[in-house]
């Protein structure tokens, strides 16, 4: 789990404030699904070797969400600047990566604390 030191802190506050959005919760809750699929992918792949990732494309979400391309690179940024997710040129197309450590990060803090008893 993160210390909960001002950087530790910082950090989880930026997640929780780029998620309160609706449409980038939407977006992110996407990347994840997206990485999780690869990943069983990658698992069951019959040649034994890693699958390569591909990423979640941007342009998903405009059709997914409904809303404008312009829309949805200001959320994208937004996920971004908050560590959540990294994005790659690929020529014209952009794909959306979980950042998996502030993931797990996420996940750490909404772990049960254990038992003072």
């Known amino acids: ?8 802190v910082n ?5 929780f404030k780029a998620l ?3 449409n980038r ?13 690869e990943q069983l992918l990658t698992e069951h792949s019959r040649s034994g070797l890693p699958a390569p990732a591909a990423g979640c494309g941007v342009a998903d979400f405009i059709s997914k969400l409904s809303i404008g391309a312009p829309t949805v690179s200001h959320h994208v940024k ?3 600047d908050a560590g959540l997710i990294r994005v ?3 020529g014209k197309y952009v794909s959306c990566f979980l ?4 993931y797990r990060e996420l996940g750490d803090f909404f772990r049960p604390l254990p038992s003072q008893e």
């Open 78 to 80: 937004a996920l971004v």
């Open 20 to 22: 309160a959005h609706p």
């Open 11 to 15: 950090l989880l506050a930026d997640a």
């Open 25 to 37: 919760l939407q977006m992110y809750l996407e990347v994840v699904r997206h990485h999780q699929a």
């Open 1 to 8: 789990m993160c210390r909960l030191t001002n950087k530790g």
């Open 99 to 102: 950042n998996e450590d502030v």
């Open 88 to 90: 790659e040129k690929q």
